[in-house]
């Protein structure tokens, strides 16, 4: 089944601790991205990724990294995470950016 | 600068009425792309439609239709006869060609469809 996994689903961590959300995707997909959605601002792409070792910066890039070291993982790094930094994560995947996107189920993050 | 707006931030009809929702996007570029995606209360982002610069046809899908206009710089969405299932967030995105390879999220209306 073609899929975006996204993990974990939740989760509840303190400020200044580092934490990362995996993301694979099983499809070949070239373009991969992150996005975060806040009540009111919809869903604003923070990193994405053309291809292997080639990422860049989407509008809300600052306190994230990115890496893609293989086609089908592109994790999320927060090295010092923040309260701002609440919200609801989605991997996403295409063949390119003008094709219709493939989702993750989500990543809820509450930094405390 | 590339931007979405959704300017109805929430509808609510009753079940069998038509809604549409719209969209106006901004850009200065002859390509790009349009999408339409659906967010049920259940979270999972959901493909709708995609519409290209060059291609003005309107488009019906079932109950659902899209009304692309260029001149206006619209790309407004048409529930017919909704139903329950229908209550959703619904979010208008735009991709433009260029090299910066990003894609812009309206803010999204959230419908609600009362029985």
């Known amino acids: 089944e073609a899929q975006v996994t996204q993990n974990p689903r939740y989760l509840i961590t303190v400020t200044g601790k580092k934490l990362t959300v995996t993301c694979s995707q099983n499809?070949?997909?070239?373009?991969m991205s992150w996005y975060r959605q806040d009540p009111g601002l919809g869903l604003r792409q923070i990193y994405y990724?053309?291809?292997?070792?080639?990422?860049d910066k989407g509008d809300v890039p600052e306190g994230y990294k990115v890496s893609r070291k293989e086609k089908r993982n592109f994790p999320l790094i927060l090295e010092s995470p923040s309260p701002n930094q609440t919200s609801l994560y989605f991997c996403?995947?295409?063949?390119?950016?003008?094709?219709?996107?493939?989702f993750g189920d989500g990543t809820r993050l509450s930094i405390l | 600068a590339q931007k979405v707006t959704q300017a109805q931030t929430e509808i609510s009809v009753v079940e069998k009425e038509d809604v549409t929702l719209d969209c106006v996007y901004e850009?200065?570029?002859?390509?790009?792309?349009l999408f339409w995606y659906k967010q049920p209360p259940s979270g999972e982002l959901v493909f709708l439609i995609r519409?290209?610069?060059?291609?003005?046809q309107n488009e019906i899908s079932g109950r659902y239709s899209w009304n692309f206009q260029k001149s206006t710089s619209s790309f407004n969405f048409t529930i017919t006869a909704s139903q329950v299932v229908d209550s959703a967030v619904y979010f208008c995105?735009?991709?433009?060609?260029?090299?910066?390879?990003?894609?812009?999220f309206g803010s999204g209306t959230r419908l609600l469809v009362r029985p």
């Open positions: 996403a995947s295409s063949p390119t950016p003008g094709q219709p996107q493939h």
């Open positions: 499809m070949n997909h070239e373009y």
């Open positions: 990724s053309m291809n292997v070792e080639v990422t």
């Open positions: 850009t200065r570029d002859t390509t790009y792309y």
């Open positions: 519409r290209n610069s060059f291609d003005e």
């Open positions: 995105v735009t991709y433009r060609m260029d090299s910066s390879y990003k894609l812009i």
